[in-house]
């Protein structure tokens, strides 16, 4: 039966039923349960379900501080009817009883200030149990608008959200204290949300198809977009070979790279399809005219580096008034001399790079993710991919979408070239800035899925990607 958003009740009671039915199937033998209850409506769905694993014979223990007797009238209705059934509660900060499954129940979406010292003592009891811990609706201690981090909010083997995603808890390190992740939607239908706005928009694998730019038959390489690649200074060549060779494989048509002369030699063998054009110290204005007229985007930064030969690329390719994708040395520099670069234009911070150009520190950053992605929207009037854990796409004007996919073995040395190479590979396909950032993070993080579906994450190498990307590039294409 559908149900709608504003019976409390009726929710409560389907929360507290989903809740107990994700117990059944995760751990059907957890015989005693653990259920830490807060003051608020998250410790009312944890009554339900404690009342529900009581009346199926467990051995069940609710377990609250003194000051946190249920507050909300749904809260009392749903302890009194576990009391009735003969519940049992244990008030204190002290540990938790001995159990195989902790319910934590302590705050929802109402979690607000620093935890005292009590609450404090309860949530590293939770973490301590040693064993598995089950967090309804939002791991406890993290502000689910952002994300931001209580220093001892719950880390979850198994959370199981209600009703809708919470873009708290989609991006960053809040990943690692959800935990798998489940979602209950309490028959409340996207029909009956109608009308209350999306704080995000979530992406997946599956969707690339729809997201990437179709090839007609009748096209020829001019059709494709033409790609400069401009980085590689002394000690850093592969960087920009890497973003060249993954704008080949995500579609380019052509694809030039502007490097040092050291490094022709090198791309050549790699990939004889890209043309390289050499550029010495003092010479990029000349040495790169032909390239940035006739190129449709220009991939800036890859191993560019800070001294003066990486500046005159920097200043060669912001005064071109090409599309750009602003990337690694480009962004610092960036952040030395910042100015408005427009919505044509995509930045591809790290947290580090983020926290440069806003003038802050990189956990400043993580602590809102959304909020940081979108200072920089505002600041240089551009699109913004802010990569990470659950990287984050915004733009003017856009709700900020999450890419749901990706994985830790992309933490490596390169994978950031790769994605410059593709988001721009995609721009000159004619996806506009916004849709080639997302449809390129989002094809970026599944070709890295994929990659590490074969030997693991660890040890994942940017070239693992190309192939992947290649045929993730074709999902959806008729060959
Ligand atoms: N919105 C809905 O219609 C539904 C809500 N449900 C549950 O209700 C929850 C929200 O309930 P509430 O709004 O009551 O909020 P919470 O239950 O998350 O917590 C609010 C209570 O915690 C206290 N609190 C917050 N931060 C604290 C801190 N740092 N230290 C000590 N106390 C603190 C507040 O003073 C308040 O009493 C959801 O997360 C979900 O679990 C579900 O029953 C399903 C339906
Ligand atoms: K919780």
Redo the contacts with the bound molecule.
Sequence with gaps: MAAR?GD?GL??AR?GQAAWQTVLDRWPAALRIAVVC????????GYVLARHALEAGRDVVVVRLEEHAP??EL?RHAAGQFLAVGGRVVEGSGGLPTADLVVDAL??????????AD?ATLLRAINGAGVPVLA???PSGVDADCGAL?ADAVRADVTLE??LRKRGLATGAVLDHVGEYLLAD?GVTEADREGIPIAAKWLDAGLLPALLPHRARDSHKGHHGRVSCLGGDLGHGGAIIMAAEAALRAGAGLVDVGTRAEHVAALLARRPEAMPHAVNAGDAAMALADLTRSADVIALGPGLGRDAWGQGLFEVALGSGKPLVVDADALNLLASAPRSLGAECILTPHPGEAARLLGTDASSVQRDRFAAAQALVQRFSAVVVLKGAGTLVAAPNEVSRVIGAGNPGMAVGGMGDVLTGVIAALRGQGLSAVDAATAGALLHAAAGDAAAAVDGPIGLLPGDLMSELRRLRNAGEEV
């Design positions: 958003l409390a929710l409560m929360a807060g003051p608020g409506n998250n410790g009312g769905d507050r909300s809260a705050f929802g979406i109402g979690f607000a200030r620093e935890p005292s609450v309804l609706d939002v209580a209600f009703l309490l």
